[in-house]
């Protein structure tokens, strides 16, 4: 039986965390090949576990050409480009807008925003020339509702979620869908490294009453890059449990 990314080839981002190394595993078993990206050296450990069908690259995703150098792994080590998964972000620290400092909501922007952006910039192209292709961008349910002290990370979001919808419009009628999806709080290192006040906070007000799971976004991640979603483009699906449901 095929799988549902057969001989696709995909992209992802931020491939060193929970959640980005669950959607990196689930492409590739389902019959993807992956060249899954990190700053942290910690996609090169899972690129050797998963084999032959994923390679690991090192990328700033803020860099113009070092996301020009991962999408062109891509075509030199597989031949094409047909999902991109920009997932790679940082919070950023927690702090009151008043109190910010300019400089970290810089560098918080240039990976989340920024780094979406470049994605996107390079990808398309690639992706035109070939007939089409799926990009799914990571936003956060903080794209919808209010998180206090989270500024920059909010802003991050909301830019992920607007530039989603700007080229999915763009580009709907060649062949390329974007879409994102925007996760509540999901059992990760970035949800881990909260004061535990806070985490707890955001469990009790959650209708289930937990986190989610990685494998819980990565099975929506794939759905966004499989051809089960051709219908669908410049949606933001948000998957937090119901929390932004309140």
């Known amino acids: 039986m095929k799988g549902r990314l057969e001989d696709k080839v995909a992209v992802v981002t931020g491939a060193g965390g929970a959640m980005g190394a669950a959607i990196v595993r689930r492409f590739c078993a389902e019959g993807a090949r992956v060249v899954a990206v990190d700053v942290s050296g910690e996609q090169e450990a899972l690129a050797s576990e ?8 090192t990328a700033d995703v803020a860099s113009a050409p070092e996301v020009q150098a991962m999408l062109q792994l891509a075509l030199d080590r ?36 920024r780094g979406v952006f470049l994605g996107m910039r390079y990808a398309i192209p ?12 990571t936003a956060s349910m903080a794209a ?17 979620m607007m530039m ?23 059992d990760t290192a970035m949800l881990n490294g909260m004061p535990r006040e806070y985490i707890d ?3 009790a007000a959650n209708p289930v009453k937990r986190v989610g799971r990685p494998d819980e976004i ?20 948000v998957i937090d449990g119901g929390y932004t449901a309140l």
């Open 78 to 113: 597989f031949g094409r480009l047909d999902v991109l998964c920009n997932n790679a972000a940082i919070q950023g620290y927690l702090r009151l807008t008043g109190d910010y400092e300019v400089e970290e909501f810089d560098r918080v922007m240039a990976v989340n925003a």
């Open 164 to 186: 989603t919808k700007n080229a999915a419009v763009e580009y709907a009628d060649r062949g390329i869908r974007v879409n994102c999806f925007c996760p509540g709080s999901i």
């Open 126 to 137: 690639i992706m035109l020339e070939q007939g089409g292709g799926s990009i799914v961008n």
């Open 144 to 160: 919808k509702v209010a998180f206090p002290q989270l500024v920059a990370y909010s802003a991050s979001k909301g830019a992920v």
């Open 50 to 57: 998963l084999g032959d069908h994923c390679v690991g690259f």
């Open 218 to 237: 990565a099975d929506l991640a794939l759905f966004l890059a499989s051809d089960e979603s051709s219908f669908i483009t410049g949606t933001d699906i």
């Open 201 to 203: 906070a955001v469990i």
